[in-house]
Each structure stands twice: as C-alpha cells, then as structure tokens.
C-alpha cells in the first residue's frame, strides 16, 4: 500500500526564522493536498499541487511538488506566532481516487 | 466556520454502550468521510461515502457502522466499543471528484472526543 513519510515530526523555531516540511511517498502521486491543524481545532486545507515540479504560493507558504511526483514540501518564511499548529499533507494514489493516505503531521511551535 | 458541525463535540461511554455520532453538512457536497485522530498516529480514514454510495471502507472493526441517508448528513454508529477507540473522529466532505479528474479539497467538522472506558 501507499506509505507516506512526513518529517520532521517537531519543529521548535525562533519566531521570524523559517520553517520546512517535507513529505516523501513510496510511490507516485497523482496530487498532494496539505492542512493545517491549530491546537485543539480540526484540519484546515491550505492548497493542492497536481503538476510535476508545480510550485504555489500564499504568502509566507511555498508549496512545492517534486519533478517525479514522489515528494513535497511546505515552507514558511519568518514564522509568526500565528504559524503554530500542526500541518499535514494528504497524498492520493490514483487521480480521483478516494485510496489516501495523510503524513503523520509535523508540529510547529514557534518561540516568540 | 459552520459549514459542517458535528455532534456531539464530547462523548464518554462505557464498553457495552450503544451511541451514533452525528455530521452534517451545509456546503452543497457530495462526499463525507469519517476519520479517527489518535495521538502520535496519523489521521486515519475510516469510511467515504460519493453520492450517497459507500466507496471506501478501510478495514474498520464492525464495531464501527457508518450510516448516510443523504448526501448532507452522516452518522457513526458505535457499539461494544474498546478502550483503544478512544480518540477524536472527524467528519468530512467534498465535491465528489469529477471522473478521472482529481480530488477536491476536504472541509473538516470539529471532531467528536470519544472516551470508552
């Protein structure tokens, strides 16, 4: 089956300095979704990227999609406080598939 | 954001209780799934539903039944539940994806907190 790997699983930073999450899969994806989950609240959809070395943007937050489909990442620049939270990519093994699977999160605390 | 509400937010039952989480939707959306959130585990589906049909169902225990009437609302039944059912379930749902095409973002409820002891 489809495995995801979600690192890190922590990330303490400094409020103002950057922060990146990176997920791998074991196999092609057709698309990548990735939350956003604050303390205590439910997951939150920030983008999907569906293009081979797709890169979008909000902001702070840079999504990218890598060249063979197999990995992505998340990065914000200067963290706020407002960053804090756990973020989660969703990984889908066939286009229109409802086969997903969710990375284990990374938790984001950020130091004001 | 009201645009799926779950009830209730927190539930405690005893091992030989019967109950039923409730979902409903006010987005317009065809599909609705059920997650369950544990700690230090990742979120895992347990059930989709696309118009109404069940289309995925991910090796759950029977203990778990899924029931959708319509496409805005979606129950969880629960009974003989286990201690290590303990954890926080979501609701879901999306447009269902268009044939071939892809996913559509999911919109999550608040969760419901279950306790079995």
């Known amino acids: 089956g489809q495995q995801v790997m979600q690192i890190p699983q922590y990330q303490h930073v400094q409020e103002g300095e950057d922060f990146t999450t990176y997920c791998n899969s074991s196999?092609?994806?057709?698309?990548i979704q990735w939350y956003k989950q604050r303390p205590g609240g439910h997951p939150v959809f920030l983008i999907q990227?569906?293009?081979?070395?797709e890169v979008k943007k909000q902001k702070r937050l840079t999504f990218q999609f890598g060249e063979a489909k197999k990995n992505s990442s998340l990065h914000i620049t200067a963290t706020q406080t407002t960053d804090v939270g756990t973020y989660f990519c969703l990984t889908y093994s066939g286009a229109g598939s409802y086969q997903l699977t969710f990375g284990k999160g990374t938790k984001l605390s950020v130091i004001p | 954001e009201t645009g799926v509400t779950q009830t209730p937010r927190h539930l405690v039952m005893g091992m030989t209780n019967k109950k039923s989480l409730k979902c409903e939707q006010h987005l317009g959306h065809n599909a609705m799934y059920w997650y369950k959130q544990s700690a230090k585990k990742p979120l895992e589906l347990m059930f989709v539903y696309s118009l109404e049909e069940r289309v995925e169902n991910n090796s759950v225990p029977s203990r778990f039944s899924p029931e959708c009437p319509n496409s805005s609302h979606l129950f969880l039944h629960l009974h003989t539940l286990q201690p290590e059912d303990s954890a926080l379930y979501l609701c879901a749902s999306s447009q269902v994806r268009l044939a071939g095409g892809y996913n559509y973002e999911q919109y999550f409820g608040p969760g419901t907190r279950l306790t079995v002891t």
């Open positions: 990227l569906v293009k081979s070395g």
């Open positions: 196999t092609t994806l057709s698309n």
